[in-house]
């Protein structure tokens, strides 16, 4: 069982996020997600548990808790759809460059 944890405190590790889990069961991972530029926490994570009713217990529990000063929001993760990336193209935008070099 996948399960989104939101509320976190930027100061929480991935080894405090299983610990936090593990007292409902086997945790397969444990992962707070953090900025990819600056590697500072987002403030939320993925927990996978081996055992639906043992996640399920962690969710009823652990939603709506403080921890760490903070109150969490539990809840089963859910799959990202195909289409929920963002998309880029390469269009820069402007297009104004050239315009005035000419005028005199």
Request: proline fraction near 2%; glycine fraction near 12%.
């Amino acid at each position: 069982m996948n399960i989104f944890v939101a509320g976190l405190s930027y100061q929480i590790t991935d080894a405090d996020l299983k610990e936090l889990f593990e007292e409902y069961g086997d945790v397969s991972s444990a992962k707070i997600i953090t900025d990819r530029e600056t590697r500072r926490s987002k403030g939320y994570g993925f927990v996978e548990m081996s055992n639906e009713g043992d996640g399920q217990r962690a969710i009823e529990e652990l939603n709506d808790a403080e921890y760490d000063g903070r109150t969490l929001s539990v809840s089963v993760a859910r799959p990202r759809a195909e289409g929920d990336r963002p998309r880029y193209n390469n269009n820069r935008g402007g297009g104004y460059g050239n315009r005035d070099r000419n005028r005199y």
